[in-house]
């Protein structure tokens, strides 16, 4: 069975640091397009950082670009995602996926908008003093 589990979220001071980490099942992760993904509360989803289907180049958000580092644990496999400098705005549910490799909704930075094939339930995220 294919599962994606991500963990790591909680109430995390502005200015923290955190790291998510979503760990898969059923499936091998290795040459998987990544992706991880938040939704606001009243807002739509919307892609954070990802790993193309097409190649191996990562690609951020702009609104995390420079404070946050995708990474993939093929041995574990795992992928985490670490943020920095944490703003009241990071607030969000994030979400993991995966799309199986080739697929072209993940080519290059389409990854950042793709409905993938697999998701995680998401870990909530607070970031609040």
């Known amino acids: 069975q294919v599962q994606l589990v991500e963990s790591g979220g909680g109430l995390v001071q502005p200015g923290g640091s955190l790291r998510l980490s979503c760990s898969a099942s059923?499936?091998?992760?290795?040459?998987?397009?990544i992706g991880w993904f938040r939704q606001a509360p009243g807002k739509e989803r919307e892609g954070v950082s990802c790993?193309?289907?097409?190649?191996?180049?990562?690609y951020y958000a702009e609104s995390v670009k420079g404070r946050s580092t995708l990474s993939r644990d093929n041995a574990e496999n795992t992928v985490y995602l670490e943020i920095d400098s944490l703003k009241p705005e990071d607030t969000a549910v994030y979400y993991c996926?995966?799309?199986?490799?080739?697929?072209?909704?993940?080519?290059?930075?389409?990854?950042?908008?793709?409905?993938?094939?697999?998701w995680g339930k998401g870990t909530l995220v607070t970031v609040s003093s």
């Open positions: 996926a995966a799309d199986p490799p080739g697929s072209m909704r993940s080519w290059g930075i389409s990854c950042l908008f793709a409905d993938m094939d697999y």
């Open positions: 059923g499936f091998t992760l290795d040459n998987y397009a």
């Open positions: 790993i193309s289907s097409s190649e191996d180049n990562t």
